[in-house]
């Protein structure tokens, strides 16, 4: 317990789970109403940092803030499982099977899924594979420069006072527009989004990622979408499912490589090397029993990490029974969901997105392929798995902004777990509640609350549109990755709307252009100098596209509390 001191704190729990309450029920307000849900990361550091320094007057440390605001934006992803999802149901007339004893089977058991993947797969994605998790960066230096100030903290909070500033005038007042340099291309959503947030992403997530993913969006939308129609192969309809199956199998198949290459050979590793500490133990003797009683203690810890991975696990499978699932497709949920959240750690590690409703969507469609279900089980199968990859995601955007702020990642996995089951409560309520206010004609395209991922899932429930082009992605996907190609972005760029992939694209030339604006102006300079100068360019780069993604995140919640706070009101 000593790397919980400092860190996870009764009032850091108590200001998190506040937090949690009013961020998570304004994100199903979000999802439902607006199709999006952004990240809760960089609001949730800024209000518990200023929280905790008033608490403590000005003692409390980043760690114990970084852990808080764990806690406190964890439902947000919850509620986004919920919220992408369960309103399929609703559109299809099937909202008297849908119980609230449902929805919160399907929010604690998606929540146990997702805190299991987030501790096998911590390792591998935050330390091994050093992916960039560009939220979890942006949350710890927004950190870092509420506590230094000076130049760093100028930087950073006048890149988010811009992008915040930019977000409340295309969203809240609507003076500028959501996208800019649209083309009426049919089946193809081009354009540009006019996102601060997301030309950071594809800033900070590295030229050669963003370059695959924008090839994958090209190929999709102009090689298929335009290309197959034109050449009278089928119609754009038709191409919109194969691309769709391909992005969907191109990712699951990458997920199911990350377990196979990297995950369990770790983990039956990390079996062998207890076992052989268990045999060092009880075979030493004398002077080295001390390190063999440390082998041991740490033995121990492995056993019960092992043990409480189990018992989660355990809780995900209950949940799936008590939705009604056979046992074998209750099984297969749960190791899918694992799956899943491999997937959307890999996803978000990438390029900070985690499209959650496409994870529980891959198996959803995966079960309905093998085994009989009913209509309403599937969409409980598909809130499930996405809940499980949306928390796991945000707990890997979590750990990685331990990583830079050295933070103990138990007691931010601990912070996760009650932020994790608070949310879970709390969405639920707020699903049952706007159900109960508004009915379910209320929801899907076209009504109050368009729920637009929902409505994809209730036109999904019928099966993979196109069942070789999904085969041909899995086979793809598993193969590129093993190979070291990164098929996740791939099939990113191929599932993904066009306009989201052209807007990361050109941050990451923006990316270009900076680096070679910072290396003509470091000519001339000695060896050291330019070490020096480089570094500094680079935490520059880092501090504004965090402080730009900050901002606009910043403003989307708040104006998304004002929404919710006004449709409660009336």
Not at 108 to 128: Q, W
Not at 192 to 218: D, E, H, K, R
Not at 440 to 449: M, V
Not at 550 to 569: C, N, Q, T, Y
């Amino acid at each position: 317990m000593r790397d919980l001191k400092g860190q996870l704190t009764l009032r850091g729990v108590v200001v998190g789970c506040v937090g949690c309450v009013v961020i998570t029920a304004s994100s199903v307000y979000v999802a439902l109403r607006m199709g999006a849900l952004p990240w809760p990361i960089i609001f949730a550091a800024i209000v518990s940092l200023f929280f905790l320094r008033a608490l403590s007057r000005g003692r409390a440390s980043l760690n114990e803030a970084n852990v808080t605001h764990t806690v406190m934006s964890s439902g947000a992803m919850v509620a986004g499982g919920l919220a992408f999802t369960i309103p399929g149901a609703w559109m299809l007339g099937l909202a008297d099977d849908v119980s609230l004893a449902d929805l919160a089977l399907i929010a604690l058991g998606g929540v146990a899924l997702g805190l299991i993947g987030s501790v096998l797969l911590r390792r591998h994605f935050v330390e091994e594979a050093a992916l960039e998790f560009p939220i979890g960066q942006a949350a710890a230096q927004t950190l870092k420069a509420g506590d230094a100030g000076g130049a760093t903290g100028r930087r950073l909070f006048g890149a988010m006072g811009a992008a915040g500033l930019y977000a409340l005038l295309r969203d809240g007042l609507g003076v500028i527009p959501s996208m800019l340099a649209t083309l009426p291309i049919p089946g193809v959503t081009f354009g540009i989004y006019n996102s601060p947030l997301s030309l950071a992403v594809g800033f900070l997530v590295g030229t050669a990622a963003v370059v695959v993913w924008f090839v994958g969006a090209v190929i999709a939308n102009f090689g298929i979408i335009v290309g197959a129609p034109a050449l009278g192969l089928c119609d754009v309809a038709t191409a919109q499912g194969i691309v769709s199956s391909l992005g969907m199998g191109l990712m699951m198949g990458s997920g199911v490589a990350v377990i196979v290459k990297d995950v369990l050979p770790r983990g039956v590793g990390g079996l062998r090397r207890a076992l052989a500490a268990r045999r060092d133990a009880e075979g030493l003797r004398g002077p080295t029993a001390a390190g063999a009683a440390g082998r041991a203690a740490s033995s121990g810890r492995r056993r019960a990490a092992g043990l409480g991975v189990l018992a989660a696990a355990g809780i995900g499978l209950v949940a799936a029974l008590g939705l009604g699932l056979p046992a074998g497709p209750a099984v297969a949920v749960v190791l899918l969901a694992f799956v899943a959240a491999a997937m959307a750690a890999q996803s978000v590690g990438q390029t900070g997105i985690d499209p959650l409703e496409i994870f529980g969507l891959i198996v959803m469609l995966l079960v309905a392929a093998f085994a009989e279900v009913a209509t309403v089980q599937l969409f409980f199968i598909a809130a499930l798995v996405a809940v499980a990859a949306g928390l796991a995601g945000d707990v890997m955007n979590d750990f990685k902004a331990g990583q830079v702020l050295g933070t103990s990642p138990r007691a931010q996995w601990v912070g996760q777990a009650i932020g994790g089951v608070v949310g879970a409560l709390v969405a639920v309520g707020a699903m049952g509640a706007l159900l109960a206010g508004y009915g379910p004609d209320a929801f899907g395209p076209g009504h109050e609350f368009v729920a637009a991922q929902a409505s994809v899932v209730a036109t999904m429930v019928g099966g993979v549109p196109h069942g070789p082009a999904f085969a041909v992605g899995l086979a793809a996907g598993f193969a590129l990755y093993l190979v070291g190609f990164p098929a996740m972005m791939l099939g990113l760029g191929v599932y993904l709307p066009f306009y989201l992939s052209l807007t990361g694209f050109l941050g990451a030339l923006a990316k270009v252009a900076y680096d070679r604006v910072g290396a003509w102006r470091r000519r001339g300079l000695s060896p050291e100098e330019r070490t020096r100068a480089e570094a500094d360019a680079v935490d520059r780069g880092l501090i504004i596209a965090s402080g730009l993604m900050g901002g606009e995140s910043v403003v989307g919640i708040v104006l998304a509390m004002i929404v919710a706070a006004g449709a409660l009101a009336g």
